[in-house]
């Protein structure tokens, strides 16, 4: 059963404290190509810390982060250099904000959002850019006669879905989410799940996805990591955390969860 | 192991931390295996744990004593000590689950609903939505029915939307839970028939039945859960 199979990436004894405020303790896992990861747990459990820390966007106070890098050799991120980790969040991984507005450049037109990750990585021709851009767009749902509107002027569905083109467009292996779904409309919503679950299994991504959520954890994930405190208290398949819940934390999320 | 299923001595209890610690013991000491062509028909009264036993094997409900053995591409597989990854690679090739209520996806078509394990297991779109298109034939779905999400389908289209995306990746294990529950007679044939058929080609099936025709025409052998005190 394939198990000689690199992971992506693994994380290992990762731990932060802002102060005497512990944000994570000891958090390791593996992610394997095309694997989805939730993490789930309420507001102030650390899942917004874990992401920073796994885009190196925040430095862990203990614990290292080992990626396959796509020479196939897994290399430890933290002896790698700012250029070098630079290259890897414009290429290799992608970071899909709550707020599409952290994640976008409000101010310039939707293909110029699309087409700068790529001009990051070199591309010149503009031709190629707008087309690329175009073709991407059209992926997410988005008219392509909007290429040339600024973000500002799209609603709050089509300015989540733009910044995920943003972010698929150079070909990531890993993209980070935390809390796509979440201040969006629940009809909005199911069209960017539906997006989110094509896109996700036709690129084979590799997504670990912060939510609150447990519908959006179900519907996206493979496997579920609850937090609570900064601890992650339970993992597995995401039906068996979900329907079989051991701790007595995530039986009350689960039992919490509204039945429409 | 020559079995394509085997049990040993599983049990399963559950803590409901919400409810004061109570714990329920649900199942002990169950032991059967189900070879190609078998199908056991789990037999007791409601809340013995026959859905239970068919949650532990596909991994939707933790095993907490026993092994749950399964052959995979020849291995053998303990579905109790198994990874997340382990599990979802028994799911994509091996095991196909029948469960009591289809559980729909937003916007997406049952068409795709029922292709989706097939392309999961690796079949190219074509192929995957020709075979869904049989199957749903096969189940007696109407055609205006297959581009529609399955969500305002009625219980029995549902049921049988559902049995179509079970059976379509021909796994050799199959778990049905009362596959035909809320079929009318003509549907109900139709699945037990189709159902027999896949027996007698080779496939291990556990289920429940509680229709009579099903159990006669699919049931090869009848397992009868153990009653329990209920002073657990």
Redesign the interface.
């Known amino acids: 059963m394939s198990e000689d199979e690199q992971p992506l990436l693994i994380a290992e004894g990762l731990a932060k404290s802002f102060g005497r405020q512990v944000a994570c303790r000891d958090i390791s896992f593996s992610l394997y190509e095309g694997e989805v990861m939730a993490v789930v747990g309420e507001s102030g459990s650390g899942k917004s810390t874990l992401l920073r820390l796994l885009s190196m966007q925040t430095k862990p106070d203990a614990g290292c982060l080992r990626y396959r890098m796509r020479d196939g050799v897994t290399r430890d991120l933290g002896a790698l250099g700012e250029a070098e980790l630079r290259f890897l969040a414009r290429t290799d991984w992608g970071f899909v904000h709550q707020d599409p507005t952290l994640g976008l450049r409000m101010a310039v037109s939707a293909g110029a959002n699309v087409g700068e990750r790529l001009m990051a990585v070199g591309w010149r021709h503009y031709g190629e850019i707008r087309q690329t851009a175009k073709n991407w767009l059209d992926r997410v749902e988005i008219e392509t006669a909007r290429i040339d509107d600024r973000p500002d002027i799209y609603s709050g569905g089509m300015r989540q879905r733009l910044q995920i083109a943003r972010n698929l467009v150079t070909g990531p292996r890993l993209v980070l989410m935390d809390e796509p779904t979440s201040g969006l409309d629940v009809s909005v919503q199911a069209r960017l799940l539906d997006l989110l679950r094509h896109l996700v299994a036709a690129l084979k991504l590799s997504v670990v996805i912060v939510t609150h959520d447990l519908a959006v954890a179900r519907l996206l994930s493979h496997r579920i990591m609850v937090m609570k405190a900064g601890e992650v208290i339970e993992t597995g398949l995401t039906d068996q955390v979900l329907d079989d819940p051991h701790e007595p934390y995530t039986q009350l999320l689960v039992a919490s969860i509204l039945q429409p | 192991m020559t079995a394509s299923l085997e049990l040993r001595d599983v049990g399963k209890s ?5 409810q004061g610690g109570l714990r329920l013991s649900v199942l002990s000491g169950i032991s059967f295996s189900v070879g190609a062509g078998d199908c056991v028909v789990l037999d007791g009264r409601s809340g013995l744990g026959k859905s239970t036993i068919l ?1 532990m094997v596909f ?4 095993c907490d004593s026993g092994k749950i053995l399964v052959r ?2 020849g ?1 053998t ?1 303990d579905v109790a000590t198994a990874t ?6 028994l799911r994509r090739r091996t095991i196909g689950y029948v469960t009591q209520f289809l559980r729909a ?4 078509p049952a068409i795709d609903v029922v292709a989706e394990p097939l ?2 297991a690796g079949t190219s779109p074509e192929v995957a939505r020709n075979k869904a298109m049989e199957m749903l034939r096969q189940l007696n779905i109407p055609e205006t029915l297959w581009r529609i999400p399955p969500a305002t389908f009625s219980g029995g289209e549902q049921q049988r939307v559902n049995i179509a995306r079970a059976l379509i990746a021909e796994h050799p294990i199959l778990l049905l839970d009362e596959p035909t529950a809320s079929l009318d007679a003509e549907n109900r044939s139709r699945v037990v028939a189709l159902l027999a058929a896949r027996r007698a080609a080779g496939t291990a099936m556990v289920g429940t039945f509680h229709d009579g025709e099903a159990r006669s025409s699919v049931a090869t052998r009848i397992f009868s859960l153990p009653e329990r005190s209920e002073a657990a």
Not at chain 2, 14 to 18: A, E, I, K, P, S
Not at chain 2, 59 to 62: I, L, M, V
């Open positions: 559950f803590t409901m931390h919400l949650k991994g939707n409900y933790r995979h591409d291995e597989v997340p990854r382990q599990m979802l690679e996806v937003p916007r997406v392309l999961l």
